[in-house]
Nanobody, 120 residues
Framework: QVQLVESGGGLVQPGGSLRLSCAAS????????MAWYRQASGKQRESVAS???????NYADAVKGRFTTSRDNAKNTVWLQMDSLKPEDTAVYYC??????????????WGQGTQVTVSS
């Protein structure tokens, strides 16, 4: 079993910053792609950012230039640095990871989600 634990969500003012973390634990051999999604109330889930095991990143147009994702393969951890936050960034943020288990099989796991609220 593999678990992804998220932390770092909270309430921030417009223009502020927040850093989310997502740490994977369990019978992990390696982690391939890791990614962030978000879902605002009443809206569909959308992709936010992704990062490969080698550090290559992709971002949604809505967050490009404001958000940065990074990872530490030794710690099996990915971060999402969110700067210049806007009210429309308010959502529950989820991480996921494509994990290669010690038995050689690959599965996609999801974090529990963390609430980010941007408000005056």
């Amino acid at each position: 079993q593999v678990q992804l634990v998220e932390s770092g969500g909270g309430l921030v003012q417009p223009g502020g910053s927040l850093r989310l973390s997502c740490a994977a634990s369990g019978s992990i051999f390696s982690i391939n792609n890791m990614a962030w999604y978000r879902q605002a109330s009443g809206k569909q889930r959308e992709s936010v950012a992704s990062i490969t095991s080698g550090g290559s990143t992709n971002y949604a147009d809505a967050v490009k230039g404001r958000f940065t994702t990074s990872r530490d393969n030794a710690k099996n951890t990915v971060w999402l640095q969110m700067d210049s936050l806007k009210p429309e960034d308010t959502a529950v943020y989820y991480c996921n990871a494509d994990v290669r288990l010690l038995n050689g099989r690959v599965y996609r796991y999801w974090g529990q989600g963390t609430q980010v609220t941007v408000s005056s």
